[in-house]
Nanobody, 116 residues
């Protein structure tokens, strides 16, 4: 298990940018997969982006070309750069770490609101 803490959420205008960070309580170099999920009000939690231990990335179709996930093992952090934000990106964003057995660790979430 690893403790995760998100930061960087807030209010942005459509077309604007935000950068989310997830601080881990220990070295993330050996964590199998790390990712960002989001949950809009009344909706199910969905995968936004993920990065494997080997550096392979995966993005949901709705954020491809706008969001970039990065895994900084030297800083024990996982970042999500979000550009060209849209109102439909409004959600609580959660950091996730998954080990090779499929066990999950979650952060407490950070609110992102995109509105003019």
């Amino acid at each position: 298990q690893v403790q995760l803490e998100e930061s960087g959420g807030g209010l942005a205008q459509p077309g604007g940018s935000l950068r989310l960070s997830c601080a881990a309580s220990r070295n993330i170099f050996t964590i199998y997969i790390m990712g960002w999920y989001r949950q809009a009000q009344g909706e199910q939690r969905e995968l936004v982006a993920a990065v494997s231990m080997g550096g392979d990335t995966d993005y949901s179709d709705s954020v491809k070309g706008r969001f970039t996930i990065s895994r900084e093992s030297t800083k024990n952090s996982l970042d999500l750069q979000m550009n060209n934000l849209k109102p439909e990106d409004t959600a609580v964003y959660y950091c996730n770490a998954k080990n090779s057995l499929g066990d999950n660790s979650w952060g407490q979430g950070t609110q992102v609101t995109v509105s003019s």
